[in-house]
């Protein structure tokens, strides 16, 4: 017993009452804000955009849903397989990614709007992704049109 009250004594008051809180409090439902990076977030600003279209690019995003149980794991190089496809038909470059609960956003910028579309949507669809992918093209600072689903509306940010 001494040997017990030694080693709890030795032990801050509040040991072993760290526990998770409850899943129906406060703490439990506020979700921490999606970590960014600086080069995705720059794809969204209006002053990266104009320079961009200044330089003769177009902003094009590729949004997977990105749960655990996703297909999209299956293709961990998509990002770099995608860039390379552009690349070699000079329509456009990768740019960077953002991951947020669920979905993954890779951000690409494309000199051949038209074509960097149909080499984006041909490559997801010979992955057998498309299903769970969404493209979208920046048509300005603040608009996003979807391409792909074709019935998706567009999207005013």
Known sequence: MARYNSLKSSLPANAGRTSPPPLNSKAARQRTPPHISIAAAENLSPQFFEVLTK???????????AEFASPIWGFPKIVDELDAALQSARAGNYDSSHYDLGVAFHFFHAT????AMRILKANIEARGLLDIAMI?????????????PPTADEIAV
């Open 136 to 148: 979208l093209h920046a048509e300005t600072d603040g608009t996003l049109r979807v391409w792909h």
């Open 55 to 65: 330089l003769g690019f177009d902003v094009v995003i590729v949004r997977f849903q």
């Open 112 to 115: 051949k709007l038209a074509e």
